[in-house]
């Protein structure tokens, strides 16, 4: 049979055996319920955003009010007005984080400190406009701030970075663990000898990995999907531009999917039939625990640094540590093609030595064939 | 037709298969013996790689044996082995299309076997909820669901009840009545008498008998006394050469002796002590055949 075909099968199987089972069909309803409530929770802990905002003396009247008005549709927001003797006073205060901003009347001006915010420019606007009857578009204020702007990360790019490299880590060491207990139970049952008397090796991991693959896509992908609807819908806050960064985290899964269901479907093939999936499985989630603590500290020290570059493109980190570091601050597109050479280059070599040792390893009963075996056998091939 | 010859395998220090030779052709039924530990399952597995061998050949039909043949081979490996929590029936056919058949037909041809062996009603049960004589019947039905060329089944009457043991042995009479090369191993020799046309004894990885199981009894340099007498004196032997005694039980003997030994010499000595009520001359029976080839 042609190994498309087989492979194909082995697949197909895979996918409709653990649709149909309990366990995951439960992890997915957990998940999901998971994801539920913690939007329930944002919602609950949102503490009702308060704008400081210093104004010069004398303050027209009706402008505390106006304000007050003007921050109603942003989720109740309120703002507190603070009049200040002069625009030096209020520069000070601004400085000294007595206020968030400094509206300065006569110059039609906004001042932050370092960043503009948004959300507290839209509200000093729209409640100066309805003070002075104006109407949009001109814009009645223009913003400025007393220090260059920095390019810090901002908070959802941090909390992409490290909840989605999280994400990564564990997406990848649970779809293992289900490559490698599937590789274990038909090697321990022994039913792999039937099958591998009619289908080829190579085959037959291929299948295995790529069913349960577009399985695991499938579950994050609706996950994904739920998650991107309650960002659509205002459940989360998320600036603009965040969708390239969490797009990022899919081609990485997959990639990142195929070198370590690679890894597990060998680790299991190599066990031993006393050993069960989680102890055979561990030198590989050890590497990828030691690949996720190695990228959280190079990121949180210095996301530009050396090591932090390393990683990105070494094949094992690259797919957990790329798309935190691009979240971050951003990756070169030469390191994206880099780490992504290397990842096809890591997998192919890891398919090829796969298939020479998977075979050996799963008819290779009893004390199981250790790592330094298989690769002796499979030099020598 | 399948041809083995001259495979060679090695472990380590043991040598499992020492240069073995046989061919078995199809519509035949070929009974593989051998004691524990001889090569039977090294050789058996060769046939489907799942060892490598370190040399000879496995052809089919006078070519090298390679995947595409393997689809239409049969196997049934010494330790029994599905998906536990797969159901019956879609496991049949999965293991049918892995062989090469269409969903249609493998679904069909996987409900026929289960009709077949008495398991229609339990063909959406889990494999892990049948009773242990129908996952045999089960793993049987995989290894037949795609009606092979070759069917391979390594000690398929282990551990059956009689009854079981006879729905076997009709089905392999029937895949080599219907032109299927049948190779099987097992330890029951009476039964392989029974069955088989053919023999191959297998022993220390190298054969030492192959052939038609009559040509091969008749071969034996042995022959064997069956002897009932009246009023013997217990301790009696017949005053002949070469005469051997296997065992005397209740007035009767059993007796081995040279091929060139005539029995009328044993029949003349035993009606000079005793009435013979009973005397039988014939060729070893595979079983006394057997320990004659690989007595250690």
Not at chain 1, 25 to 52: C, F, K, M, N
Request: a negative charge; aromatic letters at 6%; one cysteine or more.
């Amino acid at each position: 049979m042609n190994g498309r075909r087989a492979t194909t099968l082995v697949a197909s199987r895979e996918i409709r055996e653990r649709l149909r089972s309990k366990a995951f069909i439960a992890s997915t309803v957990l998940i999901l319920a998971l994801l539920g409530v913690s939007a329930l929770l944002v919602r609950l802990v949102d503490p009702q955003e308060t704008y400081r905002v210093a104004v010069t003396a004398p303050a027209p009247t009706g402008l505390a009010g106006a304000l007050e008005r003007a921050a109603q549709p942003f989720d109740d927001a309120k703002v507190r007005l603070r009049t200040v003797e002069s625009a030096a006073a209020g520069r000070r205060l601004l400085e000294e984080r007595g206020v968030d901003a400094l509206l300065l009347l006569s110059a039609d001006k906004l001042v932050f400190r370092q960043n503009v915010d948004v959300k507290a420019a839209a509200v000093a606007d729209a409640a100066v406009r309805a003070l002075r009857n104006e109407l949009p578009p001109t814009p009645a204020l223009t913003t400025a701030t007393l220090h260059p702007p920095e390019h810090e990360p901002g908070d959802a790019a941090v909390l992409v970075a490290y909840a989605g490299s999280l994400l990564l880590f564990m997406s990848l060491a649970f779809y293992g663990q289900w490559v490698i207990s599937g590789v274990v139970e038909e090697k321990n049952n022994r039913v792999v000898e039937v099958i591998l008397s009619a289908v080829r090796p190579r085959d037959l991991l291929a299948g295995k990995v790529i069913g349960i693959g577009l399985l695991g896509f499938a579950q994050l992908a609706l996950i994904a999907g739920l998650a991107a609807g309650m960002l659509v819908a205002g459940v989360f806050d998320a600036p603009a531009g965040l969708g390239v960064d969490i797009a990022l985290v899919i081609p990485w899964f997959v990639l990142g999917f195929a070198l370590y269901a690679v890894a597990y479907a060998v680790a299991g093939a190599l066990a031993s039939s006393q050993q069960n999936s989680e102890t055979a499985g561990q030198p590989v989630t050890y590497a990828l625990l030691a690949v996720y603590f190695a990228g959280y500290v190079a990121l949180a020290s210095d996301p530009e640094g050396l090591l932090a570059s390393l990683l990105t493109v070494f094949p094992l980190t690259a797919p957990l540590v790329l798309p935190a570091r691009g979240a971050l601050v951003g990756v070169p597109l030469w390191q994206h093609l880099l780490a992504a050479v290397l990842v096809l280059a890591a997998i192919y070599a890891l398919v090829r030595f796969a298939g020479r040792v998977y075979a050996l390893g799963l008819l290779h009963g009893g004390s199981g064939l250790g790592l330094r075996a298989a690769w002796r056998i499979a030099r020598a091939d | 037709m399948l041809g083995i010859e001259g495979v060679r395998k090695r472990f380590g220090p043991v040598e499992a298969l020492a240069g073995c030779s046989f061919s078995l052709e199809r519509g035949r039924m070929l009974g593989f013996l051998g004691p524990n530990g001889a090569g039977k399952t090294t050789a058996m597995r060769g046939i489907f790689g799942l060892v490598e061998l370190d040399g000879g050949d496995v052809l089919w039909d006078g070519r090298p044996v390679g995947e595409e043949e393997r689809l239409r081979f049969g196997y049934m490996p010494e330790e029994r082995g599905l998906y536990p929590r797969m159901r019956v029936a879609e496991q049949l056919a999965y293991f049918g299309r892995l062989h090469g058949l269409e969903a249609d037909t493998a679904r069909a041809a996987a409900f026929d076997w289960l009709q077949r062996l008495g398991l229609a009603d339990r063909a959406d049960a889990k494999v892990e909820e049948l009773s242990h004589g129908n996952q045999q019947r089960a793993q049987l039905a995989a290894a037949l669901v795609h009606t092979p060329d070759l069917l391979v089944l390594d000690e398929p009457f282990a551990g059956l009840d009689p009854v079981a043991v006879r729905t076997l042995a009709d089905v392999l009479r029937d895949e080599a009545a219907r032109g299927a090369a049948v190779l099987f191993s097992s330890h029951q020799l009476d039964l392989v008498e029974e069955i088989c046309e053919e023999v191959v004894i297998i022993d220390h990885g190298s054969i030492v008998a192959e052939g038609e199981l009559d040509a091969l009894r008749r071969a034996s340099a042995r022959r064997r006394i069956a002897l009932q007498l009246e009023g013997a004196p217990s301790d009696w032997l017949p005053d002949v050469a070469g005469v051997e005694l296997l065992a005397r039980r209740n007035g009767t003997l059993r007796l081995a002796v040279g091929r060139d030994v005539d029995p009328k010499h044993v029949l003349a000595a035993a009606e000079r002590v005793a009435s013979v009520v009973e005397f039988r001359y014939g060729p070893p029976t595979l079983d006394e055949l057997f320990l004659e080839l690989v007595a250690r």
